[in-house]
Every structure is written in C-alpha cells, then in structure tokens.
Antibody, heavy 120, light 111 residues
Framework: QVHLAESGGGVVQTGRSQRLSCAASGFTFSTYGMHWVRQAPGKGLEWVAVISSDGSFKKYAASVKGRFTISRDNSKKMLFLQMNSLRVEDTAAYYC?????????????WGQGTLVTVSS | QLVLTQLPSASASLGASVNLTCTLS???????VAWHQHQPEKGPRFLMK???????IKGDGLPDRFSASNSGTEHSLTVSSLQTNDEAVYYC?????????FGGGTRLTVL
C-alpha cells in the first residue's frame, strides 16, 4: 500500500535553512505529482508546493515563493523541500502528499508529517 | 479567489449522524470538492472527492458511513453511526488557481 514518510524536521533559528525529505513506497512514484502541505500550530492545512511527476513543473504558495524549493529524485522515490531564510511563521508540521495524477491538485495519500520549529 | 468556510466545531452522540458543511464563496463554482480527515497524532487521510457531475471517488477502505453531497455553494460531508475514532478535524478542499485550497476545518467531537 501507499506509504509516505517525512523526515528532516527539527528546531532551527530564523534565517537558517532546513531540508525535508519524504520517502515514498507502494506506488509508481515517477508517474505522480507530489505536494507539500503544512499545518501551523492551532491552524488548518496550508498548501505549500507541488511538483510534477518528472520534476519539470513546480508551483509554490505565495508565502514561500523564492525561499522554498521543491524537488524529487525518482530513482530513489524521494521528495524534498529545501527551506531557506526560515521565519517564525514557517513553524509547522509539514506533510508530503501524493497527487491523484500528475498535478491534478487533488491529494489522495498523506504522510505522518515532520515538525519544523523556527525559533528567534 | 474562492473561500471555503467551515464551522470550527461540531458534536454529535455516539451512534448518531452528523452533517459537516463547507460553504464556497468568492468565485466560480469549482468542478469538485474533496474531504480529508485529520485525526490527532496522525497524518491527514483523503476521504472522498465529489465532482459537480455527481461522480464520486472514495479513499481506500472508507466505510459506507461516510457520504458527501452538494447543493450549489454548500457542500456537505455526512458521517453516520458515529464512532469514537471519527473524532477528528475534517477539511474540505478545492482546486483554485491551479493549487489546492483548504477550508479552515471542522473539529468533530463524538459525545
């Protein structure tokens, strides 16, 4: 079955960088778009970024554009989120999610999440 | 830009039914609405996606106790025969301007 496992979270100071990873299994990773979605403490879900199956198309939420970079390694079935110039408001649980197709924008499987805490 | 409005909380008794609503405003009616369940200490779970033409896609292993409907700008998720493990935050979701947009979520308490 589909399994997504995020890693790389932790405590980081404002202005620094952090790289999140998501290991995928149970489906043909290279044929699906993938998303990052986050949830700040006490808040709802906020979409962060999407990448197409071959990595050629990427889109970002306005709140992270220019600071975050989504990427993937299909040979290793891995999804990444490089987060630079981190801000306190980036503190959140970060979830990777599989798209139903190739950037249909309908997530259908989610990981357990990894917590990023940005401290000043 | 479309806005999805959900009541912050809802409650119902064990074994009863509850209807969770998601009201759309601010733009064209989307082609579909999806629902996701987020239980404490877990990742979210896709429940179902209801298209405007009535076609329904359900998540893996979803019990028939979960159903969705829509009426114009109001979309609903109904959970019947409530169980304690139905306690969760339920999010509606659309696709707007080329990316997923989530409602604020409704926290469901089973009494």
């Amino acid at each position: 079955q589909v399994h997504l496992a995020e890693s790389g979270g932790g405590v980081v100071q404002t202005g620094r960088s952090q790289r999140l990873s998501c290991a995928a299994s149970g489906f043909t990773f290279s044929t699906y778009g993938m998303h990052w979605v986050r949830q700040a403490p006490g808040k709802g879900l906020e979409w962060v970024a999407v990448i197409s199956s071959d990595g050629s198309f990427k889109k970002y939420a306005a709140s992270v554009k220019g600071r975050f970079t989504i990427s993937r390694d299909n040979s290793k079935k891995m999804l990444f989120l490089q987060m630079n110039s981190l801000r306190v408001e980036d503190t959140a649980a970060y979830y990777c999610a599989k798209d139903r197709g190739d950037n249909t924008n309908w997530p259908d499987y989610w990981g357990q999440g990894t917590l990023v805490t940005v401290s000043s | 830009q479309l806005v999805l409005t959900q009541l912050p909380s809802a409650s119902a008794s064990l074994g009863a039914s509850v209807n969770l609503t998601c009201t759309l405003s601010g733009g064209l009616t989307p082609s579909a609405v999806a629902w996701h369940q987020h239980q404490p200490e877990k990742g979210p779970r896709f429940l179902m996606k209801l298209d405007s033409d009535g076609s329904l896609i359900k998540g893996d292993g979803l019990p028939d106790r979960f159903s969705a409907s829509n009426s114009g700008t109001e979309h609903s998720l109904t959970v019947s025969s409530l169980q304690t493990n139905d306690e969760a935050v339920y999010y509606c979701q659309i696709c707007d301007s080329g990316f997923p947009v989530f409602g604020g979520g409704t926290r469901l308490t089973v009494l």
